[in-house]
């Protein structure tokens, strides 16, 4: 398919959706989940239950994307459906750490499969020049990002799906599991530590939306969004369980269990060790992909926000391909700066925490748009409604509860980042631009 230079085309969209989606969180997840969960068939639901609510979440946002078709994500969404300043609010976030904290973790992540082959090659340096590579790279046009990202996600699902199957095959022998559950998994299920570990995967599956940040790019716009979003969620699914199907078969929970680079340990089991080698370089290239979406995706964002806002208004410089070069210079900047002084857990919970809440109150706004505004036209309607938008907001809000009592530093300090975005808001509110 031909890409216009004007617009993002329908598959370049898909696949910024499944690369912003793959990335960090299901090649480390599983070693935090361990320390607490020592069961098959609980951590298989974890996955299956994050799919699931991805799918819900999506066709949530495909209604609203669809209604409210302009480019910038929560940030639009929010200021329509309850007032400006939640939708400053959410922009705020996304403007500090929505897009930033996600890139971080993803090039730290990458960095550190590097570090695990090369040891002499140091993680924050290696972190600090992946950003700064691919931030330049869509600094050109459109076009030029576009084919980056496609040729850049088109090896990273194949990549995956070798390294599944490649380590079926080649390992000696399979770990000996209970994949039945059990009546002492209901436990587990309930349990505080369930709910945290729900947030790791909730994070891997961040990045469903994406492709409503850059609606107004894309060609056929909202007419193409529930097809983009459930098509990128559904791909996503189906590879997160095939992954962690795959890592409980090939390498014991105890191997596993508190290791961030999850990947590279499975692959010493199934290849040894000059095969974890290479899937360790293979992991640290298909991360590529995922911090190159999330400079895509985000500074999109940023950009109808510096359209909005005096305050912000040096958001909105396009270069002369239409690029928004300052959008994508600042993200890059805040990336380097968390890059550089945060820790990967730190940022992690405090990050998945902050843009779940995020999402709770937009998946919810279906219902407030829908009572609101009846008359609004919708070419899209949520099927089996409201049953996805209450499984999306009953369950996240259940896991934001327990992160709360669990990780309250975390959850304060995303909480103090929105009241900063609140009072950010009283104060320049009297210079929004009038469109």
């Known amino acids: 398919m ?3 230079p004007g617009k993002f085309s329908r598959n370049t969209a898909i696949s910024i959706v499944i690369a912003n989606m793959v990335g960090t969180g299901v090649f480390t997840s599983l070693g935090f989940q361990l320390l607490d969960i020592q ?6 639901l974890l996955w299956v239950v994050g799919g699931v609510l991805s799918l819900c979440g999506a ?34 976030v996304s403007t500090t750490i929505g897009f930033a904290a996600p890139t ?12 695990a082959v090369f040891e002499d090659i140091p993680v924050v340096g290696a972190a600090v020049a992946l950003v700064l590579l691919v931030g330049m790279i869509h600094l050109g046009s ?7 990202q496609l040729l850049f996600t088109g090896i990273k699902v194949l990549l995956i799906l070798i390294f599944i199957f490649a380590a079926w095959w080649h390992v000696d022998q399979l770990q000996v599991l209970r994949w039945v559950p059990e009546s002492a998994d209901l436990a587990l299920v309930t349990s505080g530590a369930f709910a945290i570990a729900l947030i790791y995967v909730n994070y891997a599956y961040t990045g469903w939306n994406a492709a409503t940040y850059l609606v107004g790019e894309v060609e056929g716009g909202a007419r193409h969004l529930p097809q983009i979003l459930l098509i990128g969620s559904g791909v996503v699914m189906a590879l997160y369980v095939l992954l962690h199907l795959m890592f409980l078969s090939v390498a014991p929970m105890a191997a596993v269990a508190g290791k961030l680079e999850v990947g590279y340990v499975v692959a010493g089991f199934a290849f040894g060790d000059g095969g974890s080698n290479l899937v360790g370089l293979m992991l640290a290239l298909l991360l590529v992909s995922t ?3 999330m400079v895509i995706a985000g500074p999109r964002a940023l950009q109808v926000i510096g359209q909005d806002f005096h305050a912000l208004r040096f958001l909105a410089y396009e270069n002369r391909h239409g690029v928004p070069a300052s959008a994508i210079a600042f993200q890059t900047a805040v990336t380097l700066a968390l890059v550089i002084t945060s820790t990967f857990d730190t940022i992690l919970v405090f990050a998945s925490f902050t843009l779940a809440l995020n999402t709770l109150l937009t998946v919810a706004g279906v219902w407030v748009l829908r009572r609101n505004q009846p008359d609004l036209s919708r070419p899209f309607k949520v099927p089996c409604y ?22 309250p530093v ?26």
């Open 2 to 4: 031909a890409i216009s």
């Open 39 to 44: 069961s098959a068939p609980v951590i298989i």
């Open 59 to 92: 066709l949530c946002y495909a209604e609203l994307g669809a209604a409210l078709p302009r480019s910038g994500g929560e940030y639009n969404f929010l200021g329509q459906i309850y007032h400006p300043a939640a939708g400053f609010v959410s922009g705020w």
């Open 104 to 115: 971080a973790l993803a090039a730290i992540t990458s960095a550190t499969y590097l570090n």
């Open 142 to 148: 459109r076009a030029g990002s576009a084919r980056f």
């Open 291 to 293: 911090v190159s979406a």
């Open 386 to 407: 409201p049953w996805p938008m209450v499984i999306y907001v009953a369950i996240t809000l259940w896991t934001l509860v327990f992160v709360v009592y669990e990780r």
């Open 410 to 435: 975390e959850a304060l300090v995303g909480g103090g980042l929105i009241v900063a975005g609140w009072l950010f808001y009283q104060a320049t509110r009297d210079r929004v631009i009038e469109h």
